[in-house]
């Protein structure tokens, strides 16, 4: 295997929030390593530090100390603006709570990364078009949030992570507020985006939607405690 | 991407994502529509104020500085020295400039055309049991067509009807309407004071003239309004000049001096006990009025926008933490501070300039407004409001000022969040 294959390197990342006069260590040294298309699900339980990993992967915010390199950036150096841009170029965030702009419809809500790209407004159309294709909700591209179900919410977001090609696709417990039927359908198509290629970063405290993921890590009090690789059934 | 697409984009580039931030802007205005104009009241009602007062200012000052203009630079008034007594009635008793000095100076002075004496006074008028009152202009001949003065019916004054103390008199149009007379009207008689005059003309509606409103004003002889009127009034008159070239001003002036300070006894040293006024030095005096209050104006405005900069700050800021949400989506997906920055201030900016605008026509509809109820109310000579451009640039470039200066924190504000505390935020 060569170095181009690695995606993600990180090591000894440490994250700590002061709380008053004390300090709240959230991630006590992880390292990890993520090569290009794998699909990985970090689980553990409630404030063990899921989301705060995944955010200092997704280059929202940055460690306290270690390093971060993404596709041999090296991430923990980056100014604010620099960050943005590699958001916005290689990564692809879905929430628990959707995060669309209520006030936009949903083909706009998918052009949104694209429009801080500078794409010009026709090629715009036709990309979150074809996003919207991809997940069959193109028909719905002229809804607003509130007139679309939880499902198709959360459809749109993915539509909007894939859209700008990214290297990365990050989703925190992207089933954490849908009902079960519609979840498998979600993490279907997140498979399917996986199985064409793309590299897919999963935090969920489900088992069930865990074992989508070929790769499960467990965190436990900001600290990696097993990572595993489970044969596909 | 293919290098087609890569090509377009760069071409796309700034100005693309300016109209991307203005549209957002717009959008963002037009959701809370009540909110948005609420917050730019302020700045609505001082464009209003300004404009409206500026154009109506303004409308008087043009028709001011039309009167004089249409004189031509070859008028010039000499009146008694008034400034030389603190007390104006005490000035009127002491200094004097009568119809001999008149006569010294069309006698004596070679750049003169035509002169003439006038003398004005207040007076009630009557005919038939309508009464009113009106100015009445004590005058000659050479008034009428010094001021370019034409009688619709009958005739203006004439050398024999000063050289008579004839009790005639022309009407201003306004004084037909007045008296309730009918236009066939000369040659009737109505009181005018305690004589009673002949009419033998009525002028032409011609609105303001140097001597206010022309349109409402009597115009008896000289010699008859000095009997009339007694020996104090006869003793302070206006006299207009007319040389015969503008270019002979100076030397005319000069002479005028010459021949009445010989004619007042005036001893060397002794301060002249009159006054000559010029289009030119009447004009400068109306212009630097004008400026001076537009100034004033323009210092209450500032005040007012600033209170209007005020609000748009303060609802900013409430917006910016309304929609910390959404901050931090765009954040997420790769929006810059400069991007968050200036979609907040484009906002700001955005709204204070519609603000403008609104203000800007409201303004002008009140002016013209104001206007037309003084016209069917008070005088019907008031002048029509002047919108100059320049107010109009002015309040707009004042109102996109004031929405960017106070626009500036609460977007620095924005583009400051942190996109995870963004996010998190409930
Ligand atoms: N901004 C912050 N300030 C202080 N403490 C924080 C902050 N963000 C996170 N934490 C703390 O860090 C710990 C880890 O938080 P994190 O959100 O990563 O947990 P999680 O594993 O995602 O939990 P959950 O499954 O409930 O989402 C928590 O105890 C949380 O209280
Ligand atoms: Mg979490």
Redo the contacts with the bound molecule.
């Keep these: 295997m060569n170095g181009d294959d690695v995606l993600i390197q990180a090591r000894n990342l440490v994250k700590d929030?002061p709380?008053g006069d004390e300090v709240?260590h959230?991630l006590r040294g992880v390292d990890l390593t993520v090569k290009r298309g794998e699909f990985l699900a970090i689980m553990?339980?409630?404030?063990?530090?899921?989301?705060?990993?995944l955010h200092l992967l997704g280059c929202l915010d940055t460690p306290t100390s270690g390093e971060y390199l993404l596709a041999g950036t090296p991430v923990h150096t980056l100014t604010a603006d620099a960050l943005a841009e590699l958001r916005n170029r290689e990564i692809g965030f879905i929430f628990q709570m959707f995060f669309l702009l209520p006030r936009s419809s949903a083909l706009e809500n998918v052009e949104l990364p694209l429009i801080y790209a500078k794409v010009p407004p026709a090629e715009r159309h036709q990309m979150a078009l074809e996003a919207l294709q991809f997940l069959k909700l193109e028909t719905h591209a002229h809804h607003k949030p509130n007139q679309l179900s939880g499902g198709q919410r959360q459809q749109i977001a993915i539509a909007r992570a894939l859209v700008n090609k990214p290297s990365l696709i990050m989703a925190?417990?992207p089933t954490g507020n849908l009902d079960s039927a519609t979840s498998d359908k979600i993490m279907a198509q997140l498979s399917e985006l996986n199985a064409m290629g793309n590299t897919l970063i999963l935090?969920t405290?489900e088992p069930d939607v865990a074992a989508y993921a070929p790769r499960q890590v467990r965190?436990r009090d900001?600290k990696i405690v097993s990572d595993e690789r489970v044969k596909k059934p | 991407m293919t290098a087609a697409a890569l090509d377009k984009k760069s071409i796309y580039g700034f100005w693309g994502t300016l109209m991307e931030l203005f549209r957002i802007a717009l959008r963002a205005i037009w959701a809370s529509k009540m909110r948005s104009f609420l917050t730019v009241l302020g700045i609505i009602i001082g464009v209003l104020a300004v404009v409206a007062v500026v154009s109506i200012m303004q409308g008087v000052f043009q028709s001011f500085l039309g009167r004089f203009e249409a004189l031509g630079g070859d008028t010039l008034f000499i009146e008694p020295n008034y400034r030389l007594y603190k007390d104006y009635s005490e000035a009127v008793k002491r200094l004097k400039l009568t119809y001999s000095d008149a006569q010294a100076v069309a006698q004596d002075v070679p750049q003169v055309k035509e002169i003439c004496a006038i003398l004005n006074r207040q007076d009630a008028i009557s005919f038939h049991g309508h009464h009113d009152t009106t100015q009445v202009w004590g005058t000659g001949d050479s008034f009428a067509s010094m001021n370019s003065f034409t009688p619709e019916y009958g005739r203006f004054l004439a050398p024999m009807d000063v050289a008579a103390r004839r009790k005639v008199c022309v009407l201003g149009h306004e004084v037909l309407d007045k008296l309730a007379l009918s236009d066939d009207c000369v040659g009737q008689e109505i009181q005018i004071g305690h004589g009673t005059f002949q009419i033998v003309g009525v002028l032409q509606k011609k609105g303001g003239s140097v001597f206010g409103n022309q349109d409402d004003a009597v115009f008896i002889p000289l010699s008859t309004a000095i009997l009339q009127y007694g020996q104090e009034a006869a003793d302070s008159l206006l006299i207009q000049v007319q040389i015969r070239d503008p270019k002979l001003m100076d030397a005319a002036i000069e002479r005028i001096s010459a021949v009445l300070r010989r004619q007042h006894g005036l001893k060397f040293g002794q301060q002249d006990d009159f006054r000559t006024v010029t289009q030119d030095e009447i004009l400068k005096q109306i212009k630097e009025f004008s400026s001076i209050s537009t100034l004033v104006v323009g210092a209450i405005v500032g005040i007012t926008l600033i209170v209007g900069g005020i609000g748009i700050m303060n609802i900013m800021l409430v917006s910016v933490t309304e929609r910390t949400r959404e901050i931090g989506i765009r954040m997420a997906v790769g929006a810059k501070r400069a991007h968050i920055l200036y979609q907040f201030l484009i906002e700001s900016v955005t709204l204070s300039t519609l603000g403008g605008v609104l203000g800007l026509v409201l303004g002008w509809g009140v002016a013209h407004l104001t206007v037309a109820i003084l016209h069917h109310t008070v005088a019907e000579s008031f002048p029509p409001a002047y919108v100059p451009v320049w107010v109009m640039f002015l309040s707009l470039g004042f109102a996109a000022f004031t929405g960017a200066v106070f626009g500036v924190y609460p977007a620095v504000k924005a583009s400051r969040l942190d996109p995870?505390?963004a996010l998190?935020y409930e």
Excluded: F, N, Q, W
């Design positions: 929030y709380m709240y959230a553990g339980p409630s404030g063990s530090g899921k989301s705060t990993l925190d417990e935090v405290h965190i900001g | 995870i505390e998190r």
